[in-house]
Structures are given as structure tokens and as C-alpha cells.
């Protein structure tokens, strides 16, 4: 059985499991101050328990806690200040987008929410600890989505040079990197620019007589991805931030490449795996749907009801096309019988295409919560289809959107960690 961090790995959430401190009495005590918010050394004993199982689960042998304190009080942190934020401008994680993350888990690893729930306890684990872990990640990314996402402009030039560049290795290649970042502050001063040069030549010194990357960033690394050993993952070469775009080009399988400086600091990038080709093609599927919101005079739970017993009409032999002509709130679709007609892939809101993607043809989903309401979707059928123009521009805008994306992440970070009041006991 697979240990529970590596099921929610799966998701891609920055979430680890949080594990009881075994045989450790803590002295509880104030270990930061963020704002008016008071950070506890049981809590940071207990993101160090998390961080720790990570690793291990991943066969990584982790540093001393001492070399890794730092690190993770650094890590909680930002997310207290992002969380802070997000409480702020009052956004919050819908409980059936929250279920649907857990059950995303539980899918991908063969097995029922149920069941999920049952291993999580076989690990002494509490399900509720790892329900909230999950929802503060998911409000976090859901701030980063809202408040960096506003700040990336792509111009039509942009996606026009880009699509001229589409057919070079670096467009149609994924890159599975690796990264130490050395920061630099906001407002640097030629000293500090010499001792974080001299700190990223150290570092590259280092790798270069043999000491582990994935150590050496754990340790040193001042950037998101520290606490997983610098991995960032697959990454197409397109997204890639420009500072380690020519330079990833050019590395072998496990090369490093020289120190290199972006606005943000320097870093190091080392290349674990490349794939790839080019792509022509993309499915396209053809459905239809039923929306019905909450109003105020229908609560949620009255929607839920209606969706659901709309559902089972359905799957009894009444017309789909019909009841969505008299039921669904979504009236630029209900005139037709519900049809969203063909759409390729990022047409709808994620829970949506998730739903629409796991729905085979002719088949109907389960109910589906959006930002919208409840749906039900019936597929009727899916293609290939040759990618076109406009599609291909699409494509370029949000390619173009998540390389810059990076890099604005980074400064946004930047000014939320100087705007706030830190004081580290």
C-alpha cells in the first residue's frame, strides 16, 4: 500500500502528511509573528514532522532538523501571509470543489473516498487534518491564481512571435528540471549582489565535486520548490522562464547548468529529463448540459435536490434536450437542448472538463458543482480534430501566460513578504 504522501503528491498539491509527533513532548511558545497572527512551535514541529514524511516517502534522505528549521519556518511563513491575504478578500474553498480534490486523490491511486479514508486511519493520520491541509492549498493557489494572474499581460505581438518560434525544440519539448534559487531583495545593493553571487558560486562548486543536488537545495534553496528537493516538475520548454530557457536547451540528462541571474536572484538548473515532439492534434467532445443555481428563493440544497432528481428522469428515458429547455438556468444553452456544441480542451471551468473528460460517450455524469450551480452533462461523442489557427493561438496565450506567470509569482511573494510584519522569536 502506498504511503499517503505519495497519494496526494499526485495532485500536484504542495501538501505532505501530517503526522502525530511520536514520543516528543513539545514546549509550546511563540516561534514568529506574522501580522497579528502568532506562530507556535508545536506548529512548526508539526509542519517538520510533514515535511520529513515527504521526503522519506520519496526516498530522499532528509538534512538534520536543525539545517531544515529555517527553511520551514520560512515556508509557513508565506503561507500564513497568503492565507491572511485570501481571508481578506474573503474567498474560501467550496466544499464540493474541496471533496472533489479528495476524491481526485482516491481516483488516481484505484481507490474509493471510502477507502481513502480508511488508509489515512491504518496511518494513524486524521482525515480531517489532511482535509484541511488540502483546502489550504487550494485557497492558496486559488489567491495566487486571482492576484498574480491579473498582473500578466500577453500582447498580440507576443503570441504572433511565439507561434513563429513553434516549431523549435524548445516549444515542443517537456523539460523535467530541478532548481536552486539564490534570492535577491527588492531594493539589492551592489554588496548584497556580491554575496549572493558568491553564495550561488559556493553552491556550484559544490555540485560540481559531487555533492546531491536534491540535498543541496533542500539546504540553501529560496524558492517554492526548497522543501522538494528543488524539483519543479515537468515543465514544457515554451513556459519556461526566460533566464533558463537558452541555457536548458543545451543540457544533457543530469548536467547542471552555470549559474545563471534573473531579476528575482541567481539559480542553478539541472535537467533530470526531456520528452516530446510536437502535437497536431486534440479531442474535441460534443455534450450537452443542465444548470440549475442557487437563487434567492432556491437554496442549495434545493438545487442539489432538483439537479438530482432531473438526473434520475434522465437515466429513467426522458428527453435530455427537453428537460434542459425547461429546467436549466444556463439560457444560452437551454434554447438548444442544453448543447455546448464541440469544445476542446480549457473551453469550461476545471470540475466541469473533469467531469466531462471521465464521462464516456453517450453516458451521463454525476451531478457536477461549479462556481455556477449544479450540472448534469451527457457526452455525445468525441474527435481528433487537426488543430487550427485559432486554436494554435490559444494555445500560445496560455503558454505564453505560464512562463510569465513564474516570474510574477516570484515578485508577488517578494511584496507580500515585505509588506508584512514578520518578527522571528
Known amino acids: 500500500m502506498r ?30 509573528v506574522v501580522n497579528t497572527e502568532a506562530l507556535m512551535q508545536s506548529e512548526l514541529e508539526t509542519k517538520m514532522d510533514s515535511v520529513y514524511q515527504n521526503l522519506r516517502q520519496r526516498n530522499i534522505s532528509p538534512p538534520p532538523r536543525d539545517q531544515l528549521r529555517q527553511q520551514v519556518l520560512d515556508r509557513l511563513i508565506l503561507d500564513t501571509i497568503q492565507l491572511q491575504q485570501a481571508k481578506k478578500l474573503g474567498m474560501r474553498v467550496q466544499e464540493q470543489q474541496l471533496m472533489q480534490a479528495l476524491a481526485s486523490v482516491a481516483q488516481k491511486n484505484k481507490m474509493t473516498l471510502n477507502q481513502f479514508r480508511q488508509v489515512l486511519e491504518s496511518q494513524g493520520i486524521p482525515f480531517d487534518s489532511v482535509r484541511d491541509q488540502i483546502s489550504r492549498e487550494l485557497l492558496i493557489s486559488q489567491l495566487r491564481q486571482r492576484s498574480v494572474g491579473s498582473r500578466v499581460r500577453i500582447s498580440d505581438q507576443e ?13 515542443s519539448t517537456d523539460y523535467h528540471l530541478q532548481q536552486i534559487t ?41 524558492d517554492d520548490f526548497a522543501l522538494e528537493g528543488g524539483d519543479m516538475g515537468w515543465r514544457r520548454g515554451s513556459e519556461l522562464p526566460l533566464y533558463m530557457a537558452d541555457p536548458v536547451q543545451s543540457l544533457g540528462i543530469n548536467q547542471i547548468s552555470l549559474p545563471l541571474r534573473s531579476p528575482a536572484g541567481f539559480h542553478i538548473v539541472k535537467l533530470l529529463e526531456k520528452r516530446g515532439g510536437p502535437s497536431k492534434l486534440i479531442t474535441e467532445t460534443l455534450s450537452r448540459h443542465i444548470l440549475i443555481s442557487p437563487t434567492a428563493l432556491r437554496s442549495e440544497a434545493e438545487a442539489r435536490q432538483l439537479i438530482r432528481s432531473l438526473r434520475e428522469r434522465v437515466k429513467n428515458g426522458e428527453d435530455f434536450a427537453e428537460l434542459a429547455r425547461n ?3 444556463d439560457k444560452g444553452s437551454a434554447g438548444d437542448g442544453g448543447s455546448l456544441g464541440w469544445a476542446g480542451p480549457g473551453k469550461f471551468v476545471p470540475a466541469f472538463e473533469a467531469a466531462l473528460n471521465i464521462t464516456p460517450i ?17 457526452v455525445n461523442g468525441r474527435r481528433s480534430q487537426d488543430i487550427g489557427e485559432q486554436v494554435l493561438k490559444e494555445q500560445a496565450r496560455q503558454q505564453l501566460f505560464k512562463r510569465k506567470f513564474d516570474s510574477e509569482l516570484d515578485n508577488w511573494l517578494r511584496e507580500m513578504r515585505a509588506a508584512a510584519y514578520i518578527e522571528e522569536k
Open 362 to 378: 453517450d453516458g451521463l455524469s454525476d451531478i457536477v458543482r461549479t462556481q455556477f450551480g449544479w450540472h448534469i452533462i451527457q
Open 182 to 222: 539564490i534570492r535577491l531583495p527588492d531594493k539589492v545593493t551592489p554588496q548584497q549582489v556580491a554575496e549572493a553571487e558568491q553564495l550561488v558560486q559556493s553552491s556550484y562548486q559544490k555540485l560540481i565535486n559531487g555533492e546531491d543536488f536534491t540535498q543541496l537545495a533542500i539546504r540553501t534553496s529560496q
Open 3 to 32: 504511503k499517503i504522501a505519495q497519494l496526494c503528491l499526485v495532485m500536484g498539491l504542495a501538501f505532505s502528511a501530517v503526522l502525530p509527533v511520536q514520543a516528543r513532548e513539545v514546549l509550546d511558545r511563540v516561534v514568529a
Open 327 to 329: 429546467y436549466s438556468d
Open 159 to 171: 503570441v504572433d512571435a511565439f507561434l513563429a518560434q513553434e516549431k523549435s525544440e524548445l516549444n
